[in-house]
């Protein structure tokens, strides 16, 4: 594998969760969310991989799992998560880039990456990683932000954004930070191998006045129908997919779990508080009880 990866973003010493979420006025934002995840989710499940768990936000919402994996670049998130779900066996937390997961093909019956594919220079190489670590069948929520929506077309039609909302190619409004054309995404899904099942627009009403002078219940039910016109258009800012790992790759055998992340050496070797991989002599420690596949000690 290459030694060149694209750049991540950096949401160490982060308080998104408190700021963005919490002390942000997102109510409407997090609960029409919740209802996209509940119509998309399988209700039961095996494993459950989170890519970019951050906080943990959405975690408990993946109820119908008997395990969850929550995996996320920022080792100050992942500690956050821990605080607010706890240490049981039901979770992992691993701290490790979505462009290099360390974990064996086929692994996981279904794997989630809500507000996380917004921070890829390259989603094309997150999307096939995520297509490797899951079984052939497995569901795969995918929520994007999407470039071509009302406001956005809007300020381009009245000239106050240079940028089209109609064209494929990627907006970065902020350094890794991109708002995504949904047939780009759509194409970049098919390349992974997945076959794209369900799409529902959210947060149609994602502005301060409505948020403001609607009361919460209300907008979020009117979401909720609109959310439904999703495999149709999709003009909302934010789209989640669902989508089903196609063809007939290898499915993981029963005891196997962790990779390399740099050879994809399997199964690594338990040492105290670290794993090592006899395949390429590197050791991945494991700090504060997270698995740490970032950068070898
Ligand atoms: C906007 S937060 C979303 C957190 C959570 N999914 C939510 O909706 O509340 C994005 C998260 O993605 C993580 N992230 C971004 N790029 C990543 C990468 N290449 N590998 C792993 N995590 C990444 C960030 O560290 C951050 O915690």
Same mark, same amino acid.
């Given at each position: 594998?290459?030694?060149?990866?694209?750049? =991540?973003?950096?949401?160490?010493?982060?308080?998104?969760?408190?700021?963005?979420?919490?002390?942000? !006025?997102?109510?409407?934002?997090?609960?029409? @969310?919740?209802?996209?995840?509940?119509?998309?989710?399988?209700?039961?499940?095996?494993?459950?991989? @989170?890519?970019?768990?951050?906080?943990?936000?959405?975690?408990?919402?993946?109820?119908?799992?008997?395990?969850?994996?929550?995996?996320?670049?920022?080792?100050?998130?992942?500690?956050?998560?821990?605080?607010?779900?706890?240490?049981?066996?039901?979770?992992?937390?691993?701290?490790?880039?979505? *462009?290099?997961?360390?974990?064996?093909?086929?692994?996981?019956?279904?794997?989630?990456?809500?507000?996380?594919?917004?921070?890829?220079?390259?989603? /094309?190489?997150?999307?096939?990683?995520?297509?490797?670590? /899951?079984?052939?069948?497995?569901?795969?929520?995918?929520?994007?932000? !999407?470039?071509?929506?009302?406001?956005?077309?809007?300020?381009?039609?009245?000239?106050?954004?240079?940028?089209?909302?109609?064209?494929?190619?990627?907006?970065?409004?902020? @350094?890794? !930070?991109?708002?995504?054309?949904?047939?780009?995404?759509?194409?970049?899904?098919?390349?992974?191998?997945?076959?794209?099942?369900?799409?529902?627009?959210?947060?149609?009403?994602?502005?301060?006045?409505?948020?403001?002078?609607?009361?919460?219940?209300?907008?979020?039910?009117?979401?909720?129908?609109?959310?439904?016109?999703?495999?149709?258009?999709?003009?909302?800012?934010?789209?989640?997919?669902?989508?089903?790992?196609?063809?007939?790759?290898?499915?993981?055998?029963?005891?196997?779990?962790?990779?390399?992340?740099?050879?994809?050496?399997?199964?690594?070797?338990?040492?105290?508080?670290?794993?090592?991989?006899?395949?390429?002599?590197? =050791?991945?420690?494991?700090?504060?009880?997270? *698995?740490?596949?970032?950068?070898?000690?």
């Amino acid at each position: 594998m290459s030694q060149s990866r694209p750049p =991540v973003i950096n949401y160490e010493g982060s308080d998104y969760q408190q700021s963005f979420w919490e002390q942000g !006025n997102r109510l409407y934002e997090d609960q029409v @969310e919740a209802v996209a995840l509940r119509r998309l989710l399988p209700t039961a499940g095996r494993l459950l991989l @989170e890519i970019g768990a951050g906080a943990g936000r959405n975690t408990p919402r993946y109820a119908g799992f008997e395990r969850v994996v929550l995996l996320d670049y920022s080792l100050t998130q992942l500690l956050q998560a821990a605080q607010r779900l706890g240490r049981t066996s039901r979770y992992t937390y691993v701290a490790a880039d979505a *462009y290099r997961l360390p974990f064996v093909d086929g692994l996981f019956d279904a794997a989630t990456m809500i507000r996380t594919l917004h921070h890829m220079a390259d989603p /094309l190489l997150s999307l096939r990683q995520t297509r490797r670590v /899951l079984q052939p069948g497995g569901t795969f929520i995918l929520e994007y932000a !999407n470039k071509q929506n009302v406001k956005a077309i809007l300020r381009y039609l009245l000239r106050r954004q240079s940028w089209s909302p109609f064209s494929p190619e990627a907006v970065e409004f902020a @350094e890794l !930070n991109f708002d995504f054309h949904p047939r780009a995404v759509r194409d970049w899904l098919a390349q992974a191998g997945f076959g794209l099942e369900r799409s529902l627009t959210v947060s149609h009403f994602r502005v301060g006045l409505l948020k403001r002078i609607v009361p919460l219940r209300l907008l979020v039910g009117m979401d909720a129908l609109a959310q439904l016109t999703g495999d149709w258009w999709q003009l909302s800012p934010s789209v989640f997919t669902r989508s089903r790992a196609a063809g007939e790759t290898p499915q993981a055998a029963a005891e196997a779990f962790f990779c390399c992340p740099m050879c994809r050496h399997a199964p690594l070797t338990e040492q105290p508080e670290a794993l090592a991989c006899s395949g390429c002599g590197r =050791v991945w420690a494991m700090r504060e009880g997270i *698995y740490d596949f970032r950068n070898p000690i």
